[in-house]
């Protein structure tokens, strides 16, 4: 401590209890996470330990990397891989397509305006998951609202099968999954200075061009970070493919459940868990180290 | 934000977004009308009007006794998690230890694991411990997951707080307590009150860890509503889902109004 270089005859023999007193403080905030260190470690390292584990048992009982190996190899789960890297990419390009012009526009509009479209976009973050998807079957089925202003307009002479299979899963998650785009996105686009566009346009850029060369690349954190947030959410996605899908959209997390509650075979079950953990932590890392590389070059 | 360019110019924007607006806005508006059909099935609009599917979700031991349920997890959740959380939240932004990064990356990892791999490695460890379809259980579980949003709130509260004022107290006399609860906690209030909020709304909202975890006598609220819409299509859920939006929409929009009229005229 520099008081004591300062005062070494008066304050020196305090500095043990200092130091004494300081390492007691710590201890004592140490001991304030606890509670909650106890409960997250418990709670989520047991279970995610112990799956761990599961996933190396074989079907004998015995040590072996089988599940694994039949996750590669096995036709049906490489199908389930592919459905659900298709609908993870599907869904997170119409959530960049739908959100960027929304974030956008919330950027740009006057501040009273842009708080009733921020309103708009919270009201169904606010609602629960459950009562959406329930009204996306009202929406979507053979006598439902979409079908019947169809079929009224004359566009269709035959209803459209719009739910229980993938068409109605991916507009049941693009639904749950835009505000999670559009919030972080429209954080970064406010934060950027309008002056740097202007200065593009002065210098004679178009608007295609000055977006495409100025502001877009300024808004790449927020996007990159948006973007893999939706995509790594909708890989381990559960409650709307399994009621929209109607059984018949295979996504691992859907194939997860099946192993645990239609046979007892945890170890399959297990692999698929670990292998979707190091999926969703290899994604976000990935992400991570984008945005930050992103924020260095800007 | 302002952009050089007339507004006329970004019509088709404008429009587009309104699109998406109607998109996001629509469906929870169209369950409203269906709550009030005479009829068994989907049909829109309904072909009569009657409020038998209010009464059949107050009249059904099912639905209530799920809401209890509910009501009263998430409430325990909030208190343990919001008092749990805030403590962390502060020792790690007044302590200086070794381990607080780990610490807080544990704390705040829930957040990153998919709620499924939670839910089955639970429905696991729990069964073991006879803590299934309890709800001890369901709060344990709901706390786990709601601890993130108390730490990132509180933290973020802390950092705009000058624990000079704490400190000031303590050099007047007060314990760390007293200094904590009587200068610190009152400054922190509002983000106080929005990790309580929000670890109320997510655990009463929570579907994927109460499918797996709870049952029987402990059947959430939203336990039940995932097996009704999955096995039939009952009405009854369209009457849950318009109080459950009456309930949700209400804070934000009062929030909207009164910071609005609280705002000087320009």
């Known amino acids: 401590m520099s008081a004591r270089a300062l005062a070494p005859g008066l304050l020196g023999d305090n500095s043990a209890d200092l130091a004494q007193e300081r390492r007691r403080e710590n201890r004592m905030m140490l001991a304030l996470t606890l509670p909650a260190l106890i409960v997250a470690g418990v709670l989520m390292l047991v279970p995610v330990g112990w799956l761990f584990s599961l996933s190396f048992v074989g079907a004998d009982g015995g040590l072996s990397v089988e599940n694994y190996s039949r996750i590669w190899t096995d036709g049906a789960y490489v199908a389930i891989f592919v459905t659900t890297f298709k609908i993870a990419l599907l869904v997170t390009a119409l959530c960049v397509g739908l959100g960027y012009p929304v974030a956008y526009v919330m950027a740009i509009l006057p501040e009273r305006w842009s708080r009733l479209v921020m309103l708009l976009v919270l009201v169904p973050f606010w609602t629960s998951l459950l009562v959406r998807t329930y009204a996306w079957l009202v929406l979507l ?15 269709i002479s035959k209803p459209l099968m719009l739910v229980n299979n993938m068409t109605g899963t991916v507009i049941g998650m693009v639904h749950v999954m835009l505000p999670f785009l559009i919030l972080p996105l429209f954080a970064s686009l406010r934060s950027i200075d309008c002056n740097l566009t202007r200065a593009a346009a002065n210098l004679g850029a178009g608007p295609t061009r000055a977006f495409f060369t100025v502001f877009l690349p300024l808004t790449m954190p927020g996007l990159v970070a948006g973007t893999m947030m939706v995509f790594v959410m909708c890989l381990g996605f559960y409650i709307t493919p399994a009621l929209l899908g109607g059984g018949k959209v ?40 984008i945005v930050r590389r992103l924020k260095v070059e800007v | 934000m302002e952009s050089h360019i007339p507004h006329r110019n970004r019509l088709w924007l404008y429009a587009l977004t309104a ?12 369950v409203i009308p269906m709550s009030f059909t005479s009829a068994n099935s989907l049909a829109f609009p309904p072909p009569g009007w009657s409020l038998r599917w209010y009464e059949n979700f107050f009249g059904q031991e099912k639905w209530l006794s799920a809401t209890w349920v509910s009501l009263r997890m998430a409430f325990a959740t909030m208190v343990i998690s919001t008092a749990i959380g805030t403590a962390a939240a502060y020792a790690l932004h007044v302590g200086r230890f070794a381990g607080q990064n780990p610490i807080r990356g544990v704390l705040i990892a829930p957040l990153m694991i998919p709620a499924i791999l939670l ?26 997951v709601t601890l993130p949003f108390v730490i990132i709130t509180m933290s973020a509260g802390l950092k705009s707080y000058d624990m000079a004022q704490e400190m000031v107290a303590r050099s007047l006399g007060a314990n760390r307590l007293t200094a904590f609860l009587t200068v610190t906690l009152p400054q922190l209030k509002l983000s106080l009150a929005a990790s309580a909020l929000l670890s109320f709304i997510i655990a009463f909202d929570e579907v994927v860890l109460s499918v797996f975890i709870s049952g029987g006598d402990t059947a959430t609220l939203t336990k039940v509503m995932f097996t009704t819409l999955r096995d039939d299509v009952d009405p009854t859920i369209a009457a849950v889902s318009t109080l459950l939006i009456l309930i949700a929409t209400l804070p934000p929009v009062l929030v909207q109004i009164l910071s609005h009229s609280k705002e000087p005229k320009a």
């Open chain 1, 141 to 155: 089925q053979r006598r439902g609202v979409v079908n019947t202003l169809l079929q009224d307009l004359g566009l």
């Open chain 1, 250 to 289: 295979n996504m691992i997390a859907q194939r997860i459940e099946q192993s645990v509650s239609l046979f007892p075979t945890w170890g399959p079950a297990a692999a698929l868990a670990v292998v979707l953990l190091v999926l969703t932590a290899g994604f976000l890392g990935a992400s991570w180290l």
């Open chain 2, 119 to 144: 839910a089955i490695g639970l429905f696991f460890v729990f069964a073991r411990l006879g803590l299934l379809n309890t709800l001890t259980g369901l709060v344990l579980a709901n706390t786990l």
């Open chain 2, 19 to 30: 699109l998406v607006l109607i998109f996001l806005v629509l469906p929870t508006l169209v």
